[in-house]
C-alpha cells in the first residue's frame, strides 16, 4: 500500500512540475521575456549587460513612433527605437527630425545631443527624405553616433522581425525602471 501511494505522489508531482514548465514556456514564448542588452546604441535609455523585461503582446496591437523595441536579426537580437511607421517620410536636418515635414522633438536626445555638440558634430548625420513601405518601421538607437540601425545597416524593420517592445529594465536592481 505504502508503494502505491508513493508512487502516485511522486506521478502526482511529475505531472504537476510538466504543467508548470508547459505554462511557463507558453508565457516566454508568447507573452513576455527577458533579454539582455548588448552594446551601446540605446544609451542613455538603455546601458550594456542591462536586463530588460520585454512584452511580446503587441502583436495584437501595433507599435508607436518612440517605443522601445527588440527585432530579431539575422545573427542577434537588436534593441532600438521606433522612429518612423509605415507610410512616414522620414528626414533628418541639421539634428532636427521631420516626419512626414514636420518637426519631432526627441527629448531622449539631450544627453547625447549635448556631447555631439562639444566634439563639434552633429549626433544624426542629415538624410532623405526616405519613404518606410507598408509593414514596415524605421528604427534608430538613441546613441546615433554609435548605433547601427535603419541608416547604416538594418535598413527598413518588418513588421513581422519585430520580437516585443521593451517595458522595464530587471537587472541590475540598483537601476530597476521603466522603459518609456
Do not use: C
Not at 502583436?59 to 513612433?65: E, H, L, N, P
Not at 545573427?75 to 522620414?90: F, H, Q
Not at 518637426?103 to 566634439?119: G, I, Q
Not at 530587471?170 to 530597476?176: A, D, Q, R, T
Amino acid at each position: 500500500m505504502d508503494g502505491s501511494n508513493s508512487k502516485m505522489e511522486l506521478l502526482g508531482w511529475g505531472k504537476s512540475l510538466l504543467i508548470a514548465a508547459g505554462i511557463a514556456v507558453i508565457i516566454r514564448t508568447f507573452l513576455f521575456s527577458p533579454y539582455i542588452v548588448e552594446g551601446a546604441s540605446m544609451e542613455p535609455t538603455l546601458h550594456n549587460e542591462e536586463k530588460i523585461f520585454v512584452n511580446k503582446m503587441n502583436y495584437v496591437t501595433s507599435f508607436k513612433r518612440g517605443d522601445v523595441v527588440i527585432i530579431k536579426g539575422p545573427a542577434k537580437n537588436y534593441v532600438k527605437r521606433i522612429i518612423g511607421l509605415p507610410g512616414d517620410k522620414i528626414e533628418m536636418n541639421d539634428d532636427q527630425l521631420l516626419i512626414n515635414g514636420e518637426p519631432v522633438k526627441e527629448s531622449y536626445l539631450t544627453e547625447n545631443r549635448k556631447a555631439a555638440e562639444e566634439m563639434g558634430s552633429l549626433l544624426t548625420g542629415n538624410f532623405g527624405p526616405i519613404s518606410v513601405p507598408a509593414n514596415h518601421y524605421f528604427v534608430m538607437g538613441d546613441n546615433r553616433l554609435k548605433s547601427m540601425d535603419s541608416r547604416n545597416g538594418l535598413g527598413f524593420i518588418k513588421q513581422t522581425a519585430i520580437i516585443g517592445e521593451s517595458e522595464f529594465v530587471i537587472f541590475p536592481f540598483s537601476n530597476i525602471r521603466n522603459v518609456k
